[in-house]
């Protein structure tokens, strides 16, 4: 499978809202309903944000949500903090016991 | 608190094989739905999924290396291997484990990665 698609790099200021797309195929995120995103700061494990397209593990904020539209997911962090400065990936089941990823976005918070 | 830890060597030599090592804890891989996954990194790509093994020892790997995969556990030892082989400079990267709870098709833990460099 193809990796899946995303911008390099995404940046906002303190407060604002910041979308992040994914963009894949009706094989892997226009197929399932199991998009997720994680977030990796410089140096640790990537830790999972969103699941299952839209539904947040308890522990995340409320400021991060997800959504899908046809083939292509996004996450939405609202009341950007310094601290969401880092990378995210998306990741979407693709059928037959595999998995397909995006190549990952640089969120900048100004 | 669920833990995943990766372990082997930081450079190996083209046609070798690699072994990698996940030590995990937090939870057990003898559990019903329980898997753990290995995914990989390689310098400015995307995350490529390689392998996956089950509490039920089923596994799965990635279509296009399968011929050079082997996932196996060792529940005693709350381990999962992976071993790869015929190294290219080619799979230089940063390998991954991760937890897929049961019920799932998520990532839901993962390691923080093992650099592994392929050179002669």
């Known amino acids: 499978q193809s990796a899946l698609t995303q911008p390099r790099s995404v940046s906002g200021s303190p407060g604002q809202s910041v979308t992040i797309s994914c963009t894949g195929t009706s094989s892997d995120v226009g197929g399932y309903n199991y998009v997720s995103w994680h977030q990796q700061h410089p140096g640790k494990a990537p830790k999972l944000m969103i699941y299952d397209v839209t539904n947040r593990p308890s522990g995340v904020p409320d400021r991060f949500s997800g959504s899908k539209s046809g083939n292509t997911a996004s996450l939405t962090i609202s009341g950007l903090q310094a601290e969401d400065e880092a990378d995210y990936y998306c990741?979407?089941?693709?059928?037959?016991?595999?998995?397909?990823f995006g190549g990952g976005t640089k969120l900048t918070v100004l | 608190q669920v833990t995943l830890k990766e372990s082997g060597p930081a450079l190996v030599k083209p046609t070798q094989t690699l072994t990698l090592t996940c030590t995990f804890s937090?939870?057990?891989?003898?559990?019903?739905?329980?898997?753990v996954s290995w995914i990989r990194q390689p310098p400015g790509k995307a995350l490529e999924w390689l392998a996956r093994i089950d509490w039920d020892d089923d596994k799965f790997y990635n279509t296009s290396l399968k011929t050079r995969l082997t996932i196996f556990k060792d529940t005693s030892k709350n381990q999962v291997v992976l071993r790869m082989t015929n190294m290219d400079p080619v799979d230089t990267a940063t390998y991954y484990c991760a937890r897929i709870p049961p019920s799932k098709v998520h990532f839901d833990y993962w390691g923080q990665g093992t650099l592994v460099t392929v050179s002669s």
């Open positions: 990741c979407s089941y693709a059928g037959s016991y595999s998995w397909v």
């Open positions: 937090g939870f057990s891989l003898s559990t019903s739905g329980m898997r």
